[in-house]
């Protein structure tokens, strides 16, 4: 919680200052809130500062722990380019050319747009740098060997950035791009391959095997596993508040989504996310009714 507001009120200082807080900047801190950056970069249960990394990610490969993406120089993004911050996202490789683990949801980000991503880093290097050193993956061999993930990428990798579909409406269009790309929604929602790889035929399915083994819901429109039953208002209301239409709230990591990001989205971006998600296939995969 503590963490949280300091989120919150350095989204407020950064929005509030003329001048130093430019459009972009701004624009930047409303992308970064949608990315879930707040959620995955902040060691909240243990205090720890927003952005300076340290969260731990239970996976069946092993714990990861998130980096420090504050602007210190030596144990953040301080010296890091525009450039190296886009190739992060979009190609998933640090700075010094090493693979980054799909862990890091790239496979999604790569989907954003160069104006966005250079707008997100503008933001994340006009706040305050905390000097938090990032601390080593406990991950188990040989899944801790940074090269293997070449052979990940060429059999599961597909670069962006996000392309419109002409046989989608402008609505749904940026609904898909925030749901695909910068929202990353498939990455807790999709089922995995045994590599740890999305099941792109199952997109949006959910899974039993989500984040930290929780049990994540399907989000197609199918009306029997799905949200095939919900209204338009109804999705709205979950992304502002968190609220079910069965008068029960989200739990883990979505509680963690709305609180940190997704009530922020603009009123025509929670309709956008709407509009796209009741348009797509239904596929019916019994996981849980969301909530």
């Known amino acids: 919680m503590r963490a949280r507001l300091l989120a919150a009120a350095a989204l407020g200082l950064v929005l509030a200052r003329g001048g130093w807080a430019d459009d972009t900047v701004a624009r930047g801190a409303y992308l970064t809130r949608i990315g879930g950056c707040f959620s995955c970069h902040t060691d ?11 969260r731990a990610l239970a996976t069946p490969f092993g714990t990861f722990y998130s980096p420090n993406i504050t602007p210190d120089r030596a144990t ?28 890091f949801p790239y496979p999604s980000f790569t989907n954003i747009r160069d104006d966005d991503l250079d707008a997100m880093f503008a933001y994340l290097q006009s706040r305050a740098p905390v000097r938090a050193p990032n601390r080593a993956h406990e991950v188990g061999f040989p899944f801790g060997w940074r090269l293997l993930q070449s052979g990940w990428k060429w059999l599961f990798f597909t670069p962006g950035p996000f392309t419109p579909s002409p046989a989608r409406s402008a609505a749904q ?36 095997d989500g984040p930290e083994g929780a049990s994540v819901p399907n ?12 209204t338009k208002d109804d999705l709205i209301e979950l992304l502002a508040t968190g609220n079910t239409p069965e ?23 929670r309709a956008a996310i709407a509009d796209y998600l009741l348009a797509l296939p239904p596929i019916a995969n019994a996981v849980e009714k969301p909530r």
């Not at 909240?44 to 340290?54: E, I, K, N, T």
């Not at 190609?91 to 090493?98: F, K, L, M």
Request: charged letters at 20%.
């Open 76 to 103: 953040g993004i301080g010296g890091w380019t525009a450039a190296q911050f886009r190739r992060a996202l979009r190609e998933g490789v640090r700075p010094d050319g090493a693979n980054y683990f799909p862990v």
């Open 247 to 269: 008068q029960s709230r989200v739990k883990g990591a979505m509680r963690e989504a709305v609180q940190d990001g997704l009530k922020d989205l603009t009123e025509a971006d």
């Open 44 to 54: 909240a249960a243990h205090g720890g500062a927003p952005l300076a990394g340290g």
């Open 173 to 208: 269009n940026r609904g898909a791009y925030l749901v695909t790309a910068l929202g990353h929604c498939g990455e807790c929602h999709t089922p995995r391959n045994a590599l740890g790889a999305l099941r792109r035929d199952r997109f949006l399915a959910g899974t039993p």
């Open 219 to 230: 989000i197609t429109p199918d009306p029997k596993t799905g949200i095939g039953q919900w």
